[in-house]
């Protein structure tokens, strides 16, 4: 190992990949085969923190950072003044292995620069991930970007040795697209995307019928869009967020607050601050989507087209519908339960459970770690005290608020105790 | 006043669980149960001491697993967290579970079972972070070497994770509060002690105990673990939760902080 000129290239390239923020391992299950190296248990493991609190578990990298295209918003742009450089692809393989060995990482998150054109670039990406699983006898998990407006032919052979395939769709909005992307169309990103849900699908199918049909990107696909660079709604994000989690079969949608990394007119300045709370309320919201039962336009709609910065979505919701609460928690159902502010769905499951035994008062809530600062206004239960008065929704969110000061500050985390 | 007893074990898992069927058998009213390096006799009670008997401990553990699955892995869990008076806890817990009908363990409204499933939860999750925060150093003799030094006795939890992960190369993990291992030679898992001279921290002094290579690897990491960092969104309070202070100095990636 040339140790000096892979130290620089390491550099350069984590450098530049570090805003592509999905970083999940988790959803893919590989066993370790005749005793090679590595499996993926499904649960995926956070081997390390960034100091910004972000989850480190994939060795993140470009192959290279030359690109011919010159999105405004992405560091690697060909007009940005920025050094370059490129990994060979069994450079990448030797990181990929020696990293996982000691423990460091889960696997691999591989993207790139276009160099060339992007099928050119995505063959390199196979490669690498095929050398792992054939050469090197890999079991870890893989994540490889699909490179916008690569043929079907290669999302195929992608598929059959990565865990997950994602395309960054990067700008909610198709005009913002224009603007700020030039080089590239719509469908650049849609046709990788299709491709991938079909193999799903033709795979799975498939499955049910021959058993030991080999996996095809068992983690799914996911996207990533970058919010706060056009002058998008919240509406407009979550809408479109929607619309690839049904069309395309997402298993993930993630939302990266967009961090200035260039001088120009179409863009927020360099130093604006990166709307992270932002980012935190819409993750919140894509969560109430797929765990919580709720429908997008319950939560964003033209009256309402940007979700409250001082309030979690959910409790926002509540205090828009007072007229389904107070909500009794020894009858109501699963799903009312989970619309209930302050309880999240590993309380539901307590409550449905204990509630079994007896009737379940403040003192069982509390114990079992329900947020009462938030659900005391929107309940009743095995108690004589509860919240009588007739409250209007501001009063109810000031005396919220009143209490939680800090709290709601330290919400800025993303991924992790989006309820508590 | 009705005769109390308490059990005296020899500190093992199947020890403890020998105990409790003999409490059961013998219907005993049982004071406390302790370690025999403990020796503190009750001013009313008698002692008995238990000889493991790997039989009747199979025994509980199937009847208590019978009852319930889970209940069976929180006693385990809880057991590992070594807390000061856990066996009787465990004890009390194990009579509750036996002497109902129902699920018992799912009433998170009583105080011991919320108890035993909050230390169990705690255990599990020290498990989680030792799977995460193991940090392998190459050693001259081809062995991926890491210290340990967890609140609990979790090694025991984690050796199915490491062996099927790391099936192909011979590693050990060495926990230095407790003072033994597991080493695993490509074929299974065996329990070492080590007379260890020298604690390896990852620390910036060199160790001749490793190639030079196993420092060019983790200059990468530490590397690699500041460029993936994006300064505008610094949040270390955040990060300190997520990575407590106590486990740095096993990280190399924190190698100058520590
Ligand atoms: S094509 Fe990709 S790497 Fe190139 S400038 Fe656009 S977003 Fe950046």
């Known amino acids: 190992m040339n140790f000096e000129r892979i130290r620089e290239k390491l550099n350069i390239l984590a450098d530049a990949a570090k805003y592509d923020v999905s970083c999940a391992s988790s959803g893919s299950t590989r066993k370790n085969s005749k005793n090679g190296l590595g499996n993926s248990t499904g649960m995926g493991i956070c081997h390390s923190y960034t100091e910004d609190g972000r989850c480190v578990s994939l060795l993140k990298i470009l192959l290279t950072n030359y690109c011919i295209y010159d999105c405004a918003y992405c560091v690697t742009r060909k007009s940005n003044d920025v050094k370059r450089a490129a990994f060979k692809i069994q450079e990448v393989v030797d990181l990929t292995i020696n990293f996982y060995r000691r423990n460091y990482i889960e696997g691999l998150f591989l993207s790139s620069g276009i160099f060339k054109n992007p099928d050119y670039t995505m063959e390199r990406l196979i490669a690498v991930a095929k050398k792992l699983r054939e050469e090197e006898n890999f079991n870890g998990y893989i994540h490889l970007k699909s490179i916008p407006g690569a043929s079907d032919e290669l999302m195929y052979q992608a598929g059959l040795y990565a865990d997950r395939l994602s395309v960054n769709i990067e700008v909610p909005t198709i005009s913002g697209l224009k603007l700020l992307a030039p080089d590239k169309k719509h469908e650049d990103f849609t046709k990788p995307m299709l491709k991938v849900k079909n193999e799903l699908l033709r795979y799975k199918n498939e499955r049910k019928i021959i058993k030991s049909t080999p996996k095809y990107a068992p983690a799914g696909q996911s996207t990533q869009m970058i919010v706060g660079a056009t002058n998008e709604t919240d509406k407009d994000v979550m809408y479109s967020a929607t619309f690839y989690y049904k069309k395309y079969h997402m298993k993930r949608v993630y939302y990266s607050g967009y961090v200035p990394v260039a001088k120009d007119d179409r863009l927020p300045s360099i130093g604006s601050q990166v709307p992270m709370l932002r980012e935190n309320r819409l993750y919140q919201t894509d969560w109430l989507l797929r765990f919580y039962g709720f429908a997008v336009n319950e939560i964003l709609n033209n009256d309402h087209p940007n979700l409250d910065m001082d309030v979690d979505p959910k409790l926002s919701w509540a205090l828009r519908n007072l007229q389904h609460f107070p909500v009794d928690i020894n009858k109501a159902d699963k799903h009312m339960l989970a619309r209930v502010p302050g309880l999240g769905m590993l309380s539901v499951g307590k409550i449905l459970k204990a509630r079994q035994f007896r009737k379940l008062n403040w003192e069982h809530l509390k114990k079992m770690g329900v947020a009462l600062n938030r659900a005391q206004y929107f309940l009743v239960c095995d108690s004589k005290s509860w919240e009588r008065r007739d409250l209007d929704a501001e009063r109810i969110k000031g005396m919220i608020l009143q209490n939680s000061k800090g709290k709601f500050r330290k919400q800025y985390s993303q991924q992790l105790a989006l309820f508590n | ?258």
């Open chain 2, 1 to 258: 006043m009705e005769k109390s007893t308490t059990l005296i074990y020899d500190g093992s898992f199947n020890g403890f669980l020998t105990a409790v069927f003999t409490a059961f058998e013998e219907r005993l009213n049982v004071a406390d149960i302790q370690t025999n390096n403990k020796g503190q006799s009750g001013l009313f009670s008698e002692n008995e001491t238990i000889f493991t008997n790997v039989e009747k401990a199979k025994r509980v553990w199937n009847g208590v697993r019978n009852k319930s699955h889970a209940a069976i892995s929180n006693i385990y869990f809880a057991y590992l967290s070594e807390m000061e008076g856990i066996e009787i806890l465990l004890f009390r817990y194990i009579q509750k579970l036996m002497g109902t009908k129902s699920n018992k363990h799912l009433d998170f409204s009583d105080d011991t079972m919320l108890r035993i499933s909050q230390l169990a939860r705690s255990v599990g999750r020290e498990k989680h972070r030792m799977e995460a925060f193991v940090r392998f150093q190459l050693t001259k003799d081809d062995i991926y070497f890491a210290n340990i030094e967890p609140d609990f006795n979790v090694l025991p939890l984690i050796s199915k994770h490491f062996r099927n992960r790391y099936a192909d190369q011979q590693w050990l993990i060495y926990d230095v509060k407790r003072k033994y291992g597991l080493f695993y030679n490509l074929k299974g898992v065996e329990l070492v002690s080590l007379n260890l001279n020298e604690i390896h921290f990852n620390k910036i002094h060199k160790s001749d105990a490793f190639l030079n290579e196993e420092y060019d690897y983790q200059t990468l990491w530490n590397d690699y673990f500041k460029s993936t960092n994006i300064k505008s969104r610094i949040n270390k309070k955040l990060h300190t939760q997520h990575v407590p202070k106590r486990y740095w100095k096993y990280l190399s990636e924190k190698k100058e902080t520590a």
